[in-house]
């Protein structure tokens, strides 16, 4: 029932929404640390929040990941959930843009870089690669599906920002995926014996 209702709400928003994202290779893997998730989630930026990025205007890009255990007796649990934004801001002094990683909607810093083009920062944002998003205790035995959702988080611009656009389409960013989860071992190299 939670499938098909995340299915129909996702064919909505894409009705409503006219920048929405595409996601491809999206899978999960098992690795000894943990459940990892890879992805890469293509989106083009409107003109409109290009122009705001120009002018110092910082973007904060979300992504949240939930594992449910579907349960028939009750709603489904929610196993784990995982969250990573990623800032994207230009810096007019230097004419550079920097990408910063952090976890749990904003919070401390992981990782930090800086590109000479919007099109380098961007593409930075849109990898999503080897991300932990469970323990392996969580997640054990079957029955699994993973919620995958991307967006620009419009609650994180400037105040005066977020009344302006509110309403407006070209400033929705976003897309959802929902689907069974199917953990891939990772192929680990071993070295060939001597002969």
Not at 31 to 46: N, S
Not at 82 to 101: E, H, I, K
């Amino acid at each position: 029932m939670r499938q098909l209702l995340a299915t129909w709400l996702l064919l909505a928003s894409g009705w409503c929404s006219a920048w929405a994202a595409e996601l491809s290779g999206l899978r999960t893997e098992r690795g000894d640390e943990g459940i990892y998730l890879t992805a890469t989630v293509k989106f083009e930026l409107p003109p409109a929040v290009e122009e705001a990025l120009l002018k110092g205007v910082a973007l904060i890009f979300v992504a949240e990941a939930d594992i449910y255990r579907e349960r028939w007796y009750w709603t489904d649990l929610r196993a784990s959930t995982a969250v990573r934004s990623m800032r994207l801001a230009y810096q007019p002094l230097t004419r550079r843009w920097r990408v910063s990683l952090g976890a749990e909607g904003g919070g401390r810093v992981t990782l930090a870089q800086t590109y000479d083009t919007l099109a380098e920062a961007q593409a930075a944002i849109e990898r999503i690669s080897r991300w932990k998003i469970a323990e392996l205790p969580d997640v054990e035995g079957s029955g699994y599906y993973l919620d995958f959702r991307f967006r620009l988080d419009l609650s994180q611009l400037p105040r005066p920002f977020q009344i302006g656009i509110a309403g407006q389409r070209e400033w929705q960013i976003s897309l959802a995926r929902t689907q069974r989860l199917r953990l891939e071992r990772r192929a680990v190299d071993t070295p060939a014996a001597d002969k």
